[in-house]
């Protein structure tokens, strides 16, 4: 079950990630330029944790997809990017394939 809590934690720390390369401003602000570069590297190390238990093709399913939703709502709420309705869809649709994943397919290594 860590592979998940490892999971939880790469989508995390690459959402922060990301967030911070946003407000580095093309790395020419330091601080937000150094927690990007730490978060991706910490993101990257706990993923490779959770490739030793769950197949490639999920782990980045499920690391994509939910990345793109919360990165998307971080973009909404700290920096006003609307969203409209077919990329609403678009990411609803990523979700639930992910759920498809988890609750019907073998593959994803429960």
């Known amino acids: 079950m860590m592979h998940w809590f490892y999971l939880v934690l790469a989508i995390a720390f690459e959402t922060i990630g990301t967030t911070a390369l946003k407000t580095s401003e093309g790395f020419t602000k330091l601080w937000p330029s150094v927690i990007t570069l730490g978060c991706f590297f910490t993101a990257l190390f706990l993923l490779s944790l959770v490739l030793k238990t769950v197949p490639v093709g999920v782990t980045y399913a499920i690391?994509?997809?939910?990345?793109?939703?919360?990165?998307?709502?971080?973009?909404?709420?700290?920096?006003?990017?609307?969203?409209?309705?077919?990329?609403?869809?678009?990411?609803?649709?990523?979700?639930?394939?992910?759920?498809?994943?988890?609750?019907?397919?073998?593959?994803?290594?429960?």
């Not at 793109?68 to 609403?88: C, H, N, R, T």
């Open 63 to 110: 690391w994509s997809g939910l990345g793109i939703v919360l990165i998307s709502a971080i973009g909404w709420v700290a920096f006003g990017q609307k969203l409209d309705l077919p990329a609403i869809l678009g990411m609803a649709l990523i979700v639930a394939g992910i759920v498809v994943m988890q609750v019907f397919s073998n593959t994803a290594g429960h």
